[in-house]
């Protein structure tokens, strides 16, 4: 299993943080911490502190949804992330797939946030290997509306819900990512076959909407 932290651990966590970096840079991409929450505003104030990247769902409390935020860090200090956060946090690898030309439009723009489970058939490796060679390039022709796309893929899950990956689909508008997220029906389709080769679609969860904002 990804989410196995001792409870005694103190030094164990930077040692572990810094033990990664050389299997993200193999995989072309940048490590982080990500935390969910289900307080937007603790979220918030974490994000902040630490000039990390937030992500907010703007949906009424009562909302039903994995989580209302995900605040996304550089740092090799875990305790803050694992004091506030109540929801999971997890070491990632950033891949950026396809970057948006103009941060200021990023930020106003809306990004739809999936969360993946690995096909149970499949190897954490295996399925973040077709995720990252085969689903990205097909995800690029087929959501021609995305204006940017992330990968990041969990290396490690130290408390929280267990994931594989969490997608990051990004549009100018949220009409853009309701409207226009596929580009025809026969897209959706090689999408959801797609999908269904490497993750566990019934066992992921629902998707999240957000918006970003950049403190760092």
């Given at each position: 299993t990804l989410c196995q932290f001792p409870e005694n651990a103190t030094i164990l966590d930077r040692t572990f943080i810094k033990s990664q970096r050389d299997r993200a840079m193999k995989l072309k991409s940048h490590l982080e911490l990500c935390a969910t929450f289900t307080d937007s505003e603790t979220a918030r104030s974490i994000a902040e502190e630490l000039k990390?990247?937030?992500?907010?769902?703007?949906?009424?409390?009562?909302?039903k949804r994995p989580f209302a935020a995900m605040v996304c860090v550089h740092t090799d200090d875990l305790s803050a992330l694992m004091q506030a956060a109540d929801v999971a946090v997890y070491l990632v690898a950033r891949r950026q797939v396809k970057e948006h030309t103009d941060p200021v439009v990023r930020c106003a723009g809306a990004i739809g946030v999936f969360g993946m489970v690995k096909h149970p058939n499949l190897t954490h490796e295996e399925s973040d290997a077709h995720w990252r060679d085969k689903h990205a390039p097909l995800a690029l022709e087929i959501h021609t509306a995305m204006s940017h796309y992330m990968q990041l893929s969990v290396l490690h899950c130290f408390k929280g819900t267990e994931l594989d990956g969490i997608a990051l689909c990004g549009f100018d508008?949220?009409?853009?990512?309701?409207?226009?997220?596929?580009?025809?029906?026969?897209?959706?389709?090689?999408?959801?076959?797609d999908v269904s080769t490497f993750a566990d679609a019934r066992n992921s969860p629902r998707r999240v909407i957000v918006k970003e904002t950049d403190f760092g």
């Open positions: 990390g990247r937030l992500y907010t769902d703007e949906r009424p409390s009562n909302a508008s949220l009409e853009d990512l309701k409207e226009r997220f596929y580009n025809s029906k026969e897209g959706e389709r090689r999408i959801f076959e």
